[in-house]
């Protein structure tokens, strides 16, 4: 069963930036597609990063589009945020899923199987 463990999350002022990490404790996150989700209080759950399996292919929802940039290793993947914003401010969650098919991104929440605990982020002056 793999099992994801985010870190990197924190308190920090509006503009600036944080990095955050996915890991897999007991299996490396090669081969999986990964994408980073997050929920605000009040907010429904928002995907907001994606990337492929080999790492080829990124997408972000336009509210952080230019702003983060998502990138994996062969033992995490990461999340780095910058000009950060009020509106950040969420617990963010990764998630991962074996892929049906090559290099692809996964999009629909419904589709991942393993998710994290997540990480607290707050944006605040």
């Known amino acids: 069963q793999l099992q994801l463990v985010e870190s990197g999350g924190g308190l920090v002022q509006p503009g600036g930036s944080l990095r955050l990490s996915c890991a897999a404790s007991r299996l490396p996150l090669d081969f999986y597609a990964v994408g980073w989700f997050r929920q605000a209080p009040g907010k429904d759950r928002e995907g907001i990063s994606y990337i492929s399996s080999g790492g080829t292919l990124t997408k972000y929802a336009e509210s952080v589009k230019g702003r983060f940039t998502i990138s994996r290793d062969k033992v995490k993947v990461y999340l780095e945020m910058n000009s950060l914003k009020l509106e950040d401010t969420a617990v963010y969650y990764c998630?991962?899923?074996?892929?049906?098919?090559?290099?692809?991104?996964?999009?629909?929440?419904?589709?991942?199987?393993?998710w994290g605990q997540g990480t607290q982020v707050t944006v605040s002056s």
């Open positions: 998630a991962a899923v074996w892929p049906m098919s090559g290099d692809v991104i996964v999009v629909d929440p419904d589709e991942y199987n393993h």
